[in-house]
């Protein structure tokens, strides 16, 4: 009987005001900061707040056996610091309990890890600094955006001094095996990978709503009894945090099952781990062979929710391009205005997919169209430019 | 001389204006009331839109009772030829629209029949250019010819193909002479395959009339090349430019700015205004490029711009309004019009008001009027580039070209237009 982990990801990105041509060179503020804030209150209602007090109740509860852990972004850290204290506190209480497990991740929920090995460390470790600085607590584990990774991101995060990370259980690479077992990385020597169950975790990520589902309702005790006879040493259940409530509406009896799962789980002798826990609790002994990166996004489970098209691939080229640049101006808020336009949302919200997964990308975006998307982004880009030519001049001119 | 009498037919008329089109008509018909008294018929006017100098008649305040004195005195002499036909067309569609290619049909005379309250009614709502755009040019056909009956005139001026039809009806209920204007064919909007309903209307009208009076010589090749019209009847008239108040407005950004105005449809040849600024690009870098303006080709600009990497170079507003447009003109460096087929181009004049001298191609009207503008052929990129950079490099050429348009500019107005108009009246109606 396999123990399962939990993980959630809790992320807000910096949407953009409709920064249109006229206001590159003279703008230089290029988030809407009341729609932030608005959203980020709005999520708070639905989901941080309601489901923090649910599961500080369930670890009370349980007297410490259910455990679970989070993966907070720098982004969403800063939002709540600058609009929702109260959220954030909420958040670093449930962490005090000792049974809430942080994971590092970048600092802007960023695909640097993509484009320059160099910023991904900073990335890296700015947040692992903020988790420190918020929370007291260094993560072992590791997880990049939107679960990206392949042998070399494997590689990069055990160079990082990383215990384990997280992963896609991506069908086609993992070839017949089951994802709950701890899987190594070639050319890896400690590090272990712990691959999400895709099935498992997507009944309760997407299909617990849907009626025309052969399974639902789902219960907890109908969830418990498939962990306990699914093979393996864990079950790893990852989704975002915004599943409950926000992504699955309260009127579906999202919090009740939440209520209910972890006494389910417990009522069949299963145990709840953390991924830090698993990493030291069980042996990597299969080999994962993975060359493209993965991710849990879209159909695909690749980079095409972000790259697919050639504004995405224009624009993530063009912010990373600046990077020497702005490095060098050596200005906190100018690196982190340019860091903050990372955020993988911001290509997100450029996709042009159709279909089902389209209409995903459509209902997070804040913009009309993928067009949109894409201009603003351009202008705001063209916007940073002009700024560091402006720095560039001043530079010269000081210097001559 | 007496002073001539001008039934006038137009469609658009301000501030009921979609395009180019109303703006041009009120422009020659306020400076043509100096010359002679004037009456237009259009199918919808404001209703307090007073005009000094001319009488305005829009449909859409017409009674059934006003054209009663009328009724019974003439059968549709055309209508005998043209079935009517379901056709959607919308010259500033954003979308594509698709012309169905549509047979003029041969068949017996259509007997006279009164004007309802329905036929009226369809003029006050719905779009001027829509899904029953057939049924409202025929209906305004039929309407204008009762309202000629009524009138007193010497002579029929009709203002592109939407009136032709109705231009050639008066004429033949009257006898009296007929000239059309043309603002545009269906050749700048379709392209060299343009055939159907518009074609053969526009055909129809050009061969009925008495005189044909193109923006330009180039539109005036096209109605003789492409139309098949007896080039002795072919007078071109250059459109005059209302002068606009000017301003600057200092940059926020230390680059020149490259501006391309107008709908982004293939006609206007936005693409290649996309390859000449990859080409200058690829040589200048600083320079900006603007796309001002909305249409059916946006999204495949926008994703051809990204694949070409202009990216925070190259830029996009959408549709923006007359005042953000001079904004963006106050702070224009060089004017780009690489149309495919321009008949007039009257953007072009107004950028050379705001001081902007001008890259253009030389499938275009204006080109005929800004003699010291840099021309080239719409598809010659490499060219209209090199222009560009010529521009953005040589002080003194720029001056040049300034200089000269702000002479021709001089000779650009509606006044002169209309002067010449008259003398084509009155070749008609000596």
């Not at chain 1, 670890?59 to 850290?77: P, Q, W």
């Not at chain 1, 939002?79 to 600092?107: C, I, W």
């Not at chain 1, 789980?265 to 826990?277: A, H, Q, R, Y």
Request: proline share 4%; glycine share 6%.
């Amino acid at each position: 009987m396999p123990d399962v982990c939990l993980y959630f990801q809790v992320h807000q990105p910096n949407r953009l005001i409709p920064y249109d041509f006229f206001r590159i060179g003279e703008h230089a503020f290029y988030e809407d900061d009341g729609v932030n804030g608005e959203i980020l209150s709005k999520v708070a209602e639905k989901c941080y707040l309601p489901a923090n007090a649910l599961f500080q109740k369930a670890i009370r509860e349980s007297r410490g056996r259910f455990r679970m852990a989070l993966s907070i972004s720098g982004t969403v850290i800063e939002q709540m610091e600058h609009h929702r204290p109260d959220v954030l506190k909420s958040f670093q209480d449930l962490v005090a309990t000792g049974n809430v497990e942080l994971l590092a991740e970048t600092y802007y929920h960023s695909l640097a890890i993509l484009h320059s090995k160099k910023e991904f460390e900073r990335q890296v470790e700015r947040h692992l600094d903020k988790l420190e600085e918020v929370f007291h607590i260094r993560p072992r584990v590791f997880r990049n955006t939107e679960l990206i990774y392949n042998n070399a991101i494997a590689a990069q995060a055990e160079t990082m001094g990383f215990d384990g990370i997280l992963a896609e259980g991506v069908p086609w690479v993992l070839n017949g095996q089951s994802p709950n077992y701890l899987y190594r990385a070639p050319q890896v020597s400690q590090l272990k990978t712990l691959l999400r169950n895709v099935d498992l975790s997507d009944d309760l990520g997407f299909r617990f709503s849907d009626k025309t589902w052969s399974e639902w309702p789902l219960t907890p005790e109908k969830l418990a009894g498939w962990i306990k006879n699914a093979p393996g040493d864990v079950v790893n259940l990852f989704m975002d945090y915004e599943t409950i409530g926000e992504h699955q509406w309260k009127d579906t009896g999202i919090f009740e099952f939440w209520e209910k799962l972890p006494d389910a789980v417990l009522d069949e002798d299963i145990k709840w781990v953390t991924p830090s826990e698993v990493v030291d609790l069980f042996r990597a002994s299969k080999e994962y062979d993975c060359h493209w990166p993965t991710s849990w996004a879209d159909a695909e489970r690749d980079l095409s929710a972000w790259m697919g098209n050639v504004m995405q691939q224009e624009a993530i080229a063009k912010i990373h391009k600046l990077e020497e640049e702005v490095l060098a101006a050596k200005d906190p808020d100018l690196t982190h205005a340019w860091a903050k336009m990372q955020t993988s949302d911001h290509f997100y919200w450029m996709s042009t997919k159709g279909g089902t997964d389209g209409s995903v990308h459509q209902y997070f975006s804040p913009y009309g169209s993928a067009y949109d998307a894409y201009i603003y982004f351009m202008n705001a880009l063209a916007d940073l430019q002009i700024r560091l030519k402006r720095i560039r001049e001043a530079k010269a001119a000081a210097a001559g | 001389m007496n002073r001539l009498r001008v039934l006038k037919l137009g469609w658009e008329f301000p501030p009921l204006i979609n395009g180019g089109l109303g703006i041009a008509c009120l422009g020659l018909s306020q400076a043509l009331a100096k010359h002679v008294d004037l009456r237009v018929i259009v199918p919808r006017a404001a209703p307090d839109s007073g005009f000094e100098g001319f009488q305005l008649t829009g449909l859409n305040n017409l009674r059934v009772e006003d054209l009663q004195t009328v009724e019974g005195r003439y059968r549709y002499e055309s209508f005998a030829q043209i079935d009517r036909v379901p056709i959607h067309l919308d010259p500033y569609d954003s979308d594509e629209t698709t012309v169905e290619r549509v047979r003029m049909e041969p068949g017996g005379e259509i007997r006279f029949s009164q004007t309802t309250r329905n036929q009226l009614e369809q003029f006050k709502m719905g779009e001027l250019y829509g899904a029953d755009l057939s049924t409202k040019v025929i209906e305004f056909s039929k309407i204008a010819a009762k309202l000629a009956l009524q009138t007193d005139f010497d002579i029929v001026h009709a203002h592109d193909w939407m009136t032709f039809l109705a231009g050639v009806e008066v004429k033949k209920a009257t006898g009296k002479p007929l000239v059309l204007h043309v603002h545009a064919s269906q050749y700048d909007r379709a392209g060299v395959d343009a055939r159907g309903w518009i074609y053969d209307l526009e055909k129809y009208g050009m061969e009925q009339a008495d005189i044909v009076i193109p923006v330009s010589r180039y539109t005036g090749q096209i109605c003789s090349g492409h139309y098949g019209i007896d080039p002795a009847k072919i007078r071109p008239v250059h459109n005059g430019a209302e002068p606009v108040k000017v301003f600057s407005t200092k940059k926020k950004f230390p680059e020149k700015l490259v501006l391309f105005l107008g709908r982004l449809t293939a006609q206007k040849g936005p693409e290649f205004f996309l390859e000449i600024a990859s080409k200058v690009l690829e040589q200048n870098k600083n320079v900006r490029f603007v796309m001002a303006g909305t249409g059916e080709r946006l999204k495949p600009l926008i994703e051809s711009g990204a694949f070409r990497g202009l990216g925070g170079y190259f830029h996009f507003t959408g549709f923006l309004n007359k005042e953000k447009v001079n904004e963006l003109l106050s702070m224009t460096d060089i004017y780009c019009m690489p149309s495919v087929s321009e008949p007039f181009g009257l953007s072009a004049l107004e950028a050379a008001q705001f001081g902007i001298p001008a890259v253009i191609s030389k499938q275009s009207g204006v080109a005929e009027v800004l003699k010291g503008a840099l021309k080239a052929d719409f598809w010659d990129v490499e060219l209209m580039a090199k222009h560009i950079i010529d521009l953005l490099t040589d002080d003194e050429l720029r001056e040049r070209v300034i200089k000269q348009a702000e002479q021709d500019m001089a000779a650009s107005t509606w006044d002169a237009a209309a002067e010449t108009v008259v003398e084509i009246y009155r070749e008609l109606v000596p």
